[in-house]
């Protein structure tokens, strides 16, 4: 592997790996069917939650299509100001809804207005930061769970509300309720993050973006 890429790798993937693998072996199979992948981060923090409320509740490349038009839009300048500064028309000629406009105009004034603590995050805790981003409308706790995942490479996030997250459990564990899955979750702590990264593999063998 390049080494550019391997610089891209959370620092503590490798120890994660050993201690799932050590204490779990379906999640030992399923990393040895997926070798040298791994998550990346994704963008920074503004454009990679814009882009998650652009692709909400519509497909992949339909999401994609919407988002270029927007970053063409803005200039190829994904910022809050550039949000602000655009007029509304333009963006919703994107092919934004007017919902998910609005929404990204708030966003846009949270950041403006210093109600993200983004400087903040490396000292506060998951729950906090959850809580700071699904204030912004449009946010909801998975979107902010994928930015801890994604973004912030938070190592123990454990985004239970993830259909497919679910139905790989279902599969690789033949787990039926939610409180047997949430059980399961807590056998990987403090490697959530890694082993629902894992799962999702399983089911597709390459990673989405967030």
Known sequence: ????????????????????AKKDPV????????????MMRRGEAFMTLARAICG???????????????????????????????????LRACGLSDRKTEYIADLAQHFADGKIHER??????????????????GIG????????MFNLLRPDVFPLDDLGLQKAMRLSYRKRSLKSMRALGETWRPW???ASWYLWRSLDP?????
């Open 27 to 38: 999640m030992a199979a399923i990393m040895k069917r997926h070798p040298k992948v791994f």
């Open 120 to 137: 903040n995050w490396p000292q506060m805790d998951d729950e906090a930061i959850i809580a700071e981003l699904t204030d912004v409308r």
């Open 1 to 20: 592997m390049k080494p550019d890429l391997v610089d891209m790798k959370p620092n503590y993937w490798d120890r994660a790996k050993r201690a799932l």
């Open 192 to 194: 959530r993050t890694v």
């Open 141 to 148: 706790r998975w979107t902010a769970e994928m930015f801890l």
């Open 56 to 90: 909400q509740q519509i497909s992949v490349k339909a999401a994609q299509s919407v988002w270029n038009r927007v970053v063409i839009c803005l200039d190829q300048t994904i910022t809050p100001d550039a949000v602000i500064a655009r007029d509304r028309k333009k």
């Open 206 to 210: 390459v990673p989405v973006e967030y």
